[in-house]
């Protein structure tokens, strides 16, 4: 009979306990002896005389442990400490009794350990395991516990030992038990913590072997392989695997490695896949912004982050990414109204102050960006331990530097860089690159070469810092010695085809057409994914473009295009040359708006805008694009000439001969690669035909538009 006492289980009859025996693993106990143990001798009389004594202890062992089954079952339901006591209690007496059994001690240690009394568990499940090597239950169970232990993975040596403590225990489960799937994912990830990325390689493929489908085993085997780079492998595994039934997070991981491959528009095509299959999920439309930022698609980009910002209404990093995108296309309002929701968020964050200032700087307000940066770089010194954020403080000054550039107020700029390569080995290198750039921004070419030499001297097996010196030279049309450091990184892997571009740029800027093509074609031939595919055909157009073979040029620039619809560089490059030759100027305009459209504050496409404009004689629209031009690259001497070629067809001479003047100023301070003869040439003419109608001229020309 049973009664319930205080909410709690009580058994009254042994006989009831008795028959349970046969129900609650009775037959586990017996199992060593139906293990094919050696026959025994026949009993003499002093075995039979004990045989009653040892039944009666077979018995109690049996109703002890079934006992503390039971009492272990009510714990698990009503975790009073009380019964998990009473539980530990029954299973010792019955160990008491019979103390070769392995499956009382794995019973007892898992008491132990559903109770926190962890070592008391690893200690029964290593007595279980002593007596039987094979228990199946004593190995999970300290795999359970050593894993429980770990925490943060690799963080001191008790955590290395327990690591390797609960490999060994999920390597035995495998030798048992080959197809236990769960084990060999444990081992898997834990050999990864080990840096044993082969065998979890080995797991991982022996578990997809007898499971394709299986969908943990896919994913962690994906991400094994992009985490070694090996992203078009992982490609090819998830797209095997890529059904209409496979779950969102295997479409997100397939996003990822496409992205790590920087084949954008298939990490597109795969997130999207992801977002349809679970379209509350933040981390799928995180991962399909950003294909699509990468691809410019800053309207489409945009969409996400405002869905994004509802499914995460108090994660500021959402409205950061809005604003950012809002003022790439142009929509200063909103980019503030985004920007202040983010500092509500996440008051006196440096990645939003910057934001800010580059809002600011779009607007051309730039002594508000100056103001912004300055005051939060002050606040942040002012601080206790200021100085200690170096990242923020470097951050800041990077912005701070380029706004002083924007002002052409280099020295200024310079000074400021000089603060951020103090902050640490961190940021050195990054401000040392930016005082070279601000000094080949002010055509101080020299000094740029110079302190390029220096760094170089300091880093000498730094890339960047070779190609940027390499760059200099090739502005300085040395071909030769720009190609000879180009060269020197070249190792025969993947990392050439970027190389190679590099060396094809400066031979096109020393008129060394015939080998930059070759150069170009190299990277091309090297390319192993479509946004290395598009650069090779982009310089290849250039190169063209440069020796006046349109027909070709306009061939690899469609290439791009049709790889990449949105590529603004190569929409607008075609666009322009259509327009600077007065042919298919309606195609033109077509090609320079889906430019514009994607970054609206771009000079250099506004610019090929109005030129269009000019070329159809659509005047008012010609000078609205201009003077936007203008107030983004007032230094260019193209889009100046382009300014006043509009002001004198416009009858606006006296303007018209200012800009012909700027233009040729500013054609005075190019560097050689830069400096185009042939345009000078054009410029001066216009400005001669401006200074002949002005002489001619009796009255006043109407104010200059503002």
């Known amino acids: 009979m049973r009664l319930f006492h205080n909410g709690v289980l009580q058994l009254h009859s042994r006989g009831i306990v008795n028959a349970a025996i046969g129900i609650v693993l009775a037959g586990a106990l017996l199992a060593p002896a139906r293990a094919g143990a050696p026959p025994q001798a026949p009993a003499n009389s002093q075995t039979q005389a004990t045989a009653p004594s040892s039944a009666a202890s077979h018995e109690d062992a049996y109703y002890n442990f079934t006992l503390g089954h039971l009492q272990e079952l009510q714990y698990e339901a009503m975790s009073t400490s009380d019964l998990a006591d009473q539980s530990i209690a029954s299973y010792k007496k019955a160990l008491e009794l019979d103390p070769n059994s392995a499956v009382i001690h794995e019973r007892l240690a898992e008491i132990y350990a559903k109770s926190q009394h962890i070592r008391d568990a690893v200690v029964e499940a290593q007595e279980a395991l002593k007596i039987d090597p094979n228990d199946i239950s004593a190995h999970r169970l300290l795999a359970r516990i050593y894993v429980r232990t770990l925490g943060d993975f690799g963080a001191g040596e008790v955590q290395q030992e327990n690591l390797g403590k609960a490999v060994e225990q999920f390597q035995a489960i495998l030798k048992v038990e080959p197809r236990d799937v769960y084990s060999a994912l444990w081992l898997a990830r834990l050999y990864r913590y080990q840096n044993k990325q082969s065998d979890a390689e ?142 509500q968020l996440a008051p006196g964050s440096p990645e939003i102050l910057d934001d800010e200032a580059l809002l600011y700087q779009d607007e051309g307000r730039y002594a508000d960006a100056v103001r912004v940066l300055a005051d939060t770089i002050a606040a942040i010194k002012s601080q206790a331990g200021g100085d200690q954020n170096a990242g923020a403080l470097a951050l800041l000054y990077e912005q701070l530097g380029h706004v002083y550039v924007m002002q052409q107020k280099y020295p200024t700029a310079i000074e400021t860089f000089e603060e951020m390569v103090k902050l640490g080995p961190d940021s050195q290198k990054r401000g040392e690159l930016l005082m070279i750039d601000a000094y080949r921004e002010s055509h101080d070419l020299d000094h740029a070469i110079a302190e390029a030499q220096k760094a170089l001297g300091s880093f000498p097996d730094d890339p960047d810092f070779t190609v940027t010196l390499a760059m200099l030279y090739g502005e300085k049309t040395d071909t030769a010695s720009a190609t000879k450091l180009l060269q020197g990184l070249l190792k025969g892997d993947e990392s050439d085809q970027q190389i190679y571009l590099d060396i094809a740029q400066v031979q096109q800027r020393g008129k060394k057409y015939v080998e930059a093509e070759q150069s170009a074609a190299k990277a091309e031939q090297m390319a192993k994914d479509a946004s290395a595919r598009e650069a090779a055909w982009f310089m290849q157009g250039a190169i063209y473009e440069r020796q006046k073979k349109f027909d070709l040029a306009e061939q690899q620039f469609r290439k791009v295009i049709e790889s990449n619809p949105n590529d603004a560089p190569a929409l607008n490059y075609l666009g322009y040359m259509l327009a600077d030759r007065g042919v298919r100027l309606d195609e033109a305009t077509s090609l320079i708006n889906r430019a514009v459209k994607q970054e609206p504050n771009n000079g250099a496409y506004l610019d090929s805008l109005g030129w269009v404009y000019y070329k159809q004689n659509k005047l008012t629209e010609a000078e609205e694009y201009m003077r936007k031009a203008v107030e983004h690259e007032g230094n260019d001497p193209t889009i100046l000439s382009h300014m006043g070629d509009v002001y004198l067809k416009l009858g606006q001479t006296e303007h018209a001969a200012e800009l012909f003047e700027r233009s040729l100023s500013e054609w005075q301070k190019a560097s050689p690669a830069d400096y185009e003869a042939d345009k000078v040439t054009e410029v001066e003419a216009r400005l001669k035909t401006a200074k002949k109608r002005l002489a001619q001229k009796s009255s006043p020309e109407p104010a200059k538009p503002q």
């Open 202 to 343: 080995k797991v991982l493929r022996s578990v997809i072997q007898h499971d394709p489908d299986n969908a943990p085993a896919l994913q962690q085997l994906s991400q094994l392989l992009m985490d070694e780079g090996r992203s078009r492998e992982a490609i090819d595994l998830l797209t095997q695997s890529a059904s209409d039934s496979s779950s969102p997070d295997s479409y997100d991981l397939l996003g990822d490695a496409y992205s790590q491959a920087r084949d954008f528009p298939k990490a597109e095509e795969a997130y999207r896949k992801a977002v349809e299959g679970d379209p509350d999920d933040p981390g799928h439309r995180h991962g399909l912004a950003e294909a699509l930022m990468a691809q410019k698609k800053y309207a489409e980009a945009l969409d996400q982050y405002q869905k994004l910002s509802e499914l995460e209404p108090g994660t500021a990093e959402n409205y950061i990414r809005m604003g950012e995108l809002q003022r790439q296309l142009g929509k200063f309002a909103d980019a503030e109204s985004s920007l202040a929701r983010a500092k």
